[in-house]
């Protein structure tokens, strides 16, 4: 039964990394049935979902500071293996469940949800998309998403995108739901403050080279010297020995203890938002952050010194109006963002951000309320349809080719006991340390 207007909507949420946890959990917030987000402000509004978190355990399962970090809240918030969180499924009643996860796991979970669902008169909504643009691996990443009952697109753009790939396939497009980035938010723009402040918003692998990051830190620098009035800010995704969704194999706070840092200059970490606050220009490389701040309608520049490529992302952003060079931003432009272009990306910097997630909210609604529950769920790859490629990415999370648990898949039938947690802990640190700590050493070694 679709959830009364007393009783809050339970979702779950399962992500891999800070960054999905945030997609997750505020899309949680933003497409639970109820009022629109403009409705949400009354009074009479119904009471907030009821969010249970699921971490799941790998490289990037994030820290508690990095939660603290994200600030959003879940009324209950535990780490699990894939296999745990499937038997969590076919334990607890929830009404949506967003699977803010990789490509790959995406797939795994919506054969396993199939499985432990089967019989079941009523099962939950499955929503699942992207954090923020896409612009790699677009059919690759689509279809292994296919299946879940939404398929969220961040903006008008990548709608058309997603629709166009899974009819070209001969997939249904039905699930492709347009709403925009569930983060954005924030006071606009009101003008400068004092000190002016340039914000660069650091990415833990774009660029991935020493040379590239060593030259984007000591351009940064090179303006903070330039403009000793300004304040210039290094905004930090995370700090050495964290992982985020990306791997950071050079972090911007090692290579800047090699330098003589201008007093103008710092280091910050925090929420984007927040930083947003006090942000007059907004520099990166591809970041979404970028379109944070255009939504804010803070100025906000796509560096072009690197080139205008693929590997970088920044080629989104052509026609943006946003694309320059450190050397116009020292010479001090001022970017002009083309308001056509900044439509179709789901910025909704004209004020239509309260109404984004109305056409998701009640699509989950009215699947709600179908009579006799939702059908099972039907992802495009199959053992049929994909033989070479699905059985090797449901293994991944060791499960077999129907979605059941293979053979001693982790907690398949118990909860670990204290020295298996135990173990766990202690290998799961030693899988990080060589992740991010060896594997770059011997990738450099092999360089030389």
């Known amino acids: 039964m679709p959830p009364s207007k007393t009783k809050p909507p339970r979702i779950a949420v399962l992500a891999d990394s800070d960054t999905r946890w945030k997609w997750g959990a505020l899309t949680a917030d933003r497409i639970a049935p109820g009022p629109s987000m403009e409705a949400a402000t009354r009074e009479d509004a119904q009471v907030r979902p009821a969010l ?98 939404l398929v969220l697109a961040n903006s008008r753009q990548d709608a058309e995108r997603f629709r166009a790939v899974y009819e070209g396939v001969g997939a249904d497009s039905s699930s492709v739901t347009e709403v925009a980035l569930p983060f954005l938010g924030g006071a606009p723009y009101a003008g400068e403050h004092d000190p002016y402040t340039v914000v660069f918003a650091a990415q833990p692998s774009v660029p991935d080279s020493r040379k590239d990051r060593t ?29 985020t969704t990306h791997i950071e194999e050079l972090p911007y706070q090692k290579l800047a203890q090699r330098l003589e840092l201008p007093s103008n200059f710092r280091l910050v970490y925090g929420n984007m938002g927040e930083v947003l606050d006090r942000t007059d220009l907004l520099v990166t490389i591809s970041s979404t952050a970028a379109l944070e701040s255009l939504h804010r309608r803070v100025p906000t520049v796509v560096l072009t010194d690197l080139g205008v490529r693929e590997v970088l992302g920044n080629h989104h952003f052509v026609g943006s109006g946003c694309l320059a060079s450190w050397d116009q931003l020292d010479a001090g432009h001022r970017p002009s963002p083309d308001e056509e272009w900044v439509a179709r990306q789901g910025v909704a910097a004209d004020g239509s951000y309260a109404t984004a997630f109305d056409a998701a909210r009640e699509r989950i609604a009215k699947l709600l309320a179908l009579p006799g529950g939702l059908p099972p769920l039907t992802p495009y790859y199959t053992p049929a349809t994909a033989p070479g490629y699905l059985p090797g990415i449901l293994a991944r999370h060791h499960l077999g080719p129907d979605g059941s648990p293979l053979p001693g898949a982790p907690a398949a039938d118990k909860d670990p006991g204290p020295v298996r947690q135990i173990v766990r802990r202690a290998a799961r640190g030693a899988y990080r340390h060589g992740v991010q700590r060896v594997a770059p050493v011997i990738r450099r070694m092999g360089e030389l």
């Open 215 to 243: 030259y984007l830190l000591e351009r940064l620098v090179r303006h903070a010297r330039l403009h000793p009035e300004r304040e210039v800010l290094l905004k930090l995704r995370s700090k050495p020995g964290e992982h």
């Open 52 to 149: 249970s978190g699921f971490l799941l355990r790998g490289r990037a399962t994030p820290t508690a500071r990095q939660l603290q970090e994200v600030g959003v809240r879940a009324d209950s918030l535990r780490e699990v293996t894939a296999v745990e969180f499937l038997r969590a499924m076919a334990e607890e009643e929830y009404d949506v469940v967003v699977v803010a996860l990789v490509g790959g796991g995406v797939q795994a979970m919506l054969h396993g949800l199939k499985r432990v669902w089967e019989g079941r008169e009523k099962r939950p909504v499955v929503v699942t998309g992207y954090v923020g643009v896409v612009y790699e691996k677009l059919a690759d990443g689509l279809l292994l998403r296919h299946g879940a009952d």
